[in-house]
C-alpha cells in the first residue's frame, strides 16, 4: 500500500509546480487559438462547442461519480490504492461501452442533431474521445492525488503541443472543417492517456490490487450523489453555448466559443487550482486537527479570492489587446470578456468553500445550489439570448455563477463551518460587476481601461492585509531559494 510522502515542498512551492505546466499551455493557446480562429469559420467553430457539450454529459453519465470516490477513500488509513483505482474504473468503463454502442447505433440522428452533419469519422471522433476520457480521468487524479506536480504539469505540456501539431497537419488535409479540431483533441488524449497508463503499470508493477475493507457499494454509494450535481454543472456550462445557437445559430456560437477559449486565462488558475487544491485539502482534513485545519483553509481562501479578483479585473482592463489575437471575425468577442470573467473565479472560489459538503460527504446539498442556479441561467438566457445575442448569455452565466456560489457556499458552510471572510469578497465582487458592465456597452474603450485600474486598486486598498501578506510570502520564499543557492 502506498504512503504519502513524508516530507513535501510549501504549498505555494508545490502550487507553482502545478502552475508553471498550466503557464506553458496558456502560452501554447495563445498559439492555438489564432491558428484556429484564421482558418476555420464562426459557424465551423461553433460546432466543436457542441462536440465538447456532447462528450461531457456521454462523460458523466458513465463516470458514475466514482472519481471523487477515488478522491475520497485516497488517502484513508487501511485502503490499497491499486485495488481502488481498479474498483472506481471497473463500473465506468463498462458504462462507457454501453453508451458508446447507443452512440453508434442513433449516430446519423445525433451527429444531425449535434452538428447539422453526420459521418462515419465524426462517429469515431466522439466515441474515442468520450470511452479515453474516461481512462484519462483516473490515471491524471492518480498523478494529482500523490501531489506530483511536475509530472502533471510536463503531461499538460506535451498534451498541448501534440495539440497544436495536430491542427497545422489537418487544416493543411481538411481545412477549414470542425473536424479538425475533434482530430486534434481527440489523437492527444489518446497519446498522453497511453502514456499515463505505461507509466502507472511500471511504478506499480510490484504492488498488489490487495483486499481491504471498502467495498464497491461504499464507493457508489458515495460517488453516484454526485452525478445530478454534475449533470446540472454540465447544463450551466452548455445551457449558454445552446441557447446562443439555438436562437442565434452556429455562427454565433462560435464567436460566443472564442471568448470562452479567451476565458483560459482564468481557466487557468481554475485548472491548476483544482489539480493542487483537492488532495491537499482532503490530506488535511484526514490528517490534522480541526483547529487547525479551519484557520488554514480560511487563510487560504483569502489570498485566493484576492488573486482571482485581480485577474478579472486585468482580464477586463486588457481586453482590447487580448481579443487581437482572434481572427477578425471573432472581434466581436470583446464585449463578452467582462461578464464571462466572474465565472472562473467563483469556481476557483467555490472549489474552495465548498469543500466542506465532500468531507462529510454530503454532495445532495450541492443539487440544491445547482438547481437553483439552472432555473436562474434558464430564466436569463430565455429573456436575454433573444435580445443581446451572446451579451444575453454571458450576463445570464455570471449572474447564475453568483447564485451558484452563495447557495453551495452556505450549505456548505453549514456542513463543516469555516469562517471566511465573504465581505470582502462581496464588496469587489460589487465593484467588478459595476464595471463589467459598463465595460459591456460602453465603445470608449481607454476611459473603460481607466475606470478598471481605479477599481482594481479600491480591489487592492481593500485588501490590503492580504497583499501584505502575499508580499511576505514572496520575500521568504525568494530568500530562502537564496540561502540556498549560496550554500
Known amino acids: 500500500m502506498n504512503k504519502p510522502k513524508s516530507e513535501k515542498p510549501n504549498l505555494f512551492a508545490s502550487f507553482l509546480e502545478y502552475f508553471y505546466g498550466n503557464f506553458v499551455v496558456l502560452l501554447l493557446g495563445f498559439i492555438s487559438l489564432p491558428l484556429i480562429t ?14 465538447t457539450s456532447a462528450v461531457s454529459i456521454i462523460y458523466i453519465f458513465a463516470i458514475l461519480g466514482l472519481d471523487q470516490s477515488y478522491i475520497r477513500y485516497f488517502y484513508k488509513e487501511g485502503v490499497n490504492r491499486k485495488r481502488l483505482l481498479l474498483q472506481c474504473l471497473t463500473y465506468p468503463f463498462l458504462l462507457i461501452l454501453l453508451l458508446a454502442g447507443i452512440y453508434i447505433f442513433f449516430a446519423d440522428f445525433f451527429n444531425a442533431f449535434l452538428f447539422g452533419r453526420s459521418g462515419w469519422d465524426i462517429t469515431i471522433l466522439v466515441v474515442a474521445y468520450t470511452v479515453i476520457s474516461v481512462f484519462e ?6 498523478i494529482r492525488m500523490e501531489q506530483n506536480g511536475k509530472l502533471y504539469s510536463n503531461l ?3 498534451s498541448k503541443v501534440l495539440y497544436i501539431a495536430f491542427i497545422l497537419l489537418f487544416v493543411r488535409l481538411i481545412g477549414d472543417d470542425f473536424r479538425v479540431v475533434l482530430y486534434a483533441m481527440t489523437l492527444p488524449l489518446a497519446i498522453v492517456t497511453g502514456i499515463c497508463y505505461v507509466r502507472y503499470f511500471y511504478v506499480n508493477r510490484k504492488n498488489k490490487a490487495e483486499a481491504h475493507a471498502v467495498e464497491t457499494r461504499e464507493l457508489l454509494r458515495y460517488g453516484l450523489p454526485f452525478v445530478p450535481m454534475l449533470l446540472m454543472e454540465w447544463l450551466l456550462s ?3 453555448k445552446w441557447s446562443v445557437k439555438i436562437f442565434n445559430g452556429f455562427s454565433e456560437a462560435g464567436i460566443y466559443s472564442s471568448a470562452m477559449q479567451i476565458m483560459t486565462i482564468l481557466l487557468t488558475f481554475k485548472i491548476t487550482y483544482v489539480a493542487f487544491w483537492s488532495p491537499v485539502a482532503m490530506e488535511k482534513y484526514e490528517q490534522e486537527p480541526e483547529e487547525v485545519c479551519k484557520p ?7 489570498k485566493v479570492q484576492f488573486l482571482c479578483m485581480v485577474a478579472a479585473f486585468l482580464l477586463t482592463i486588457l481586453r482590447g489587446v487580448i481579443v487581437l489575437i482572434l481572427g477578425a471575425d471573432y ?4 464585449v463578452l470578456i467582462p461578464y464571462l470573467s466572474l465565472m472562473p473565479v467563483l469556481s476557483i472560489l467555490f472549489e474552495m468553500t465548498g469543500q466542506g459538503r465532500k468531507f462529510v460527504g454530503k454532495a445532495k446539498y450541492l443539487n440544491y445550489a445547482s438547481l437553483a442556479a439552472i432555473l436562474c441561467n434558464l430564466t436569463g438566457n430565455a429573456l ?17 455563477y453568483v447564485v451558484y456560489f452563495l447557495i453551495g457556499t452556505y450549505f456548505s458552510v453549514k456542513c463543516y463551518p469555516v469562517r471566511y471572510d465573504l465581505k470582502v469578497l462581496g464588496i469587489s465582487s460589487v465593484i467588478y460587476m459595476a464595471y463589467a458592465t459598463y465595460a459591456t456597452f460602453t465603445g470608449q474603450m ?13 480591489h487592492c486598498v481593500l485588501n490590503r492585509k492580504v497583499l501584505c501578506s502575499l508580499w511576505k510570502l514572496l520575500l521568504k520564499m525568494f530568500q530562502g531559494r537564496k540561502m540556498r543557492n549560496d550554500q
Open 384 to 400: 436575454l439570448v433573444p435580445r443581446l445575442g451572446g451579451i444575453g448569455a454571458a450576463m445570464a452565466t455570471a449572474v447564475t
Open 238 to 240: 452548455s445551457m449558454d
Open 446 to 458: 481607454w476611459l473603460s481601461v481607466a475606470i478598471g485600474c481605479v477599481a482594481l486598486l479600491i
Open 331 to 334: 472581434r466581436e468577442a470583446i
Open 137 to 142: 480521468r483516473f490515471v491524471f487524479l492518480n
Open 38 to 51: 484564421r482558418v476555420m469559420s464562426t459557424e465551423e467553430y461553433g460546432r466543436t462547442a457542441m462536440f
Open 156 to 158: 499538460n505540456i506535451v
Open 296 to 302: 488554514f483553509f480560511a487563510d487560504m481562501f483569502g
